[in-house]
């Protein structure tokens, strides 16, 4: 049928969608070549190399559970700068893969999943930003003059801190995250099942097994790769082969 448009103020034909999206075809033609990219899927390999790389940085040099003297920790100061400076690039790209989860997930985006979801990943990364601003102030501080930090007891104060903060709150805010991913990825069957199911388990080792063994965080970056690597090769298995007109 023919619909007018009062921003354009001329007769168009348009199909059923536009019609009850109120919407003009320039407005749609901008809304579609707004598009994610299907490329956008790398960020969560990129998330998943970069804090697998930072964890493995951090734990290879102090013990994430255990409070190590203050020594050790000026001893690997460069090890331990280096895995905090790739802490903000990490979190970059785990912003664009939840953008990039929920792109996908398209008009079939459910609002009580999605908001746990968004909400669990803004404070997991929220609270990693934090525990990485308090070990690199301490970082700073130990470098200049470690005896007046140990001796006035700030030093352990901080390092259970960082512990609180990372092991704690933001694993299992990880595990929030994993838990509503994968009921998302069941109701939506975006992911195979499986991936859903080792998120499940995965979600709940990291819910119950946090702050016993130093490299259980590392779980949660080998999912994101997991779902990561098959969503990229999904979104390229799916692309149309380009018209050269």
Not at 150 to 164: C, D
Not at 187 to 209: D, E, K, S
Not at 210 to 239: H, K
């Amino acid at each position: 049928m023919w619909v007018g448009f009062p921003n354009c103020g001329t007769l168009r034909r348009c199909d059923g969608a536009l019609v009850e999206e109120g919407m003009n075809p320039e407005i749609a033609l901008i809304r579609e070549q707004m598009r994610t990219p299907r490329a956008a899927a790398i960020a969560g390999i990129i998330f998943s190399l970069l804090m697998i790389a930072s964890q493995l940085l951090i734990q290879t040099s102090v013990s994430t559970i255990s409070l190590g003297p203050a020594a050790n920790v000026v001893s690997h100061s460069n090890t331990i700068s280096l895995a905090l400076h790739l802490m903000p690039f990490a979190g970059i790209a785990f912003l664009w893969f939840i953008a990039v989860v929920r792109d996908r997930l398209g008009k079939f985006e459910d609002r009580f999943f999605t908001t746990v979801f968004l909400g669990s990943g803004l404070l997991y990364i929220a609270m990693m930003f934090a525990a990485a601003a308090v070990a690199g102030g301490l970082m700073r501080v130990l470098v200049s003059g470690a005896e007046n930090l140990t001796q006035s007891g700030s030093y352990i104060l901080a390092r259970a801190e960082i512990n609180q903060i990372s092991n704690v709150y933001g694993t299992r805010m990880a595990a929030v995250f994993m838990f509503s991913t994968c009921t998302i990825c069941l109701r939506t069957r975006i992911a195979p099942r499986w991936i859903a199911f080792l998120g499940y388990i995965v979600g709940l080792v990291l819910l119950l097994g946090v702050g016993t063994i130093d490299f259980i965080p590392l779980v949660f970056p080998l999912w994101i790769l997991i779902i990561s690597v098959y969503i990229l090769f999904d979104n390229l298995r799916g692309q149309p082969q380009s018209n050269p007109d």
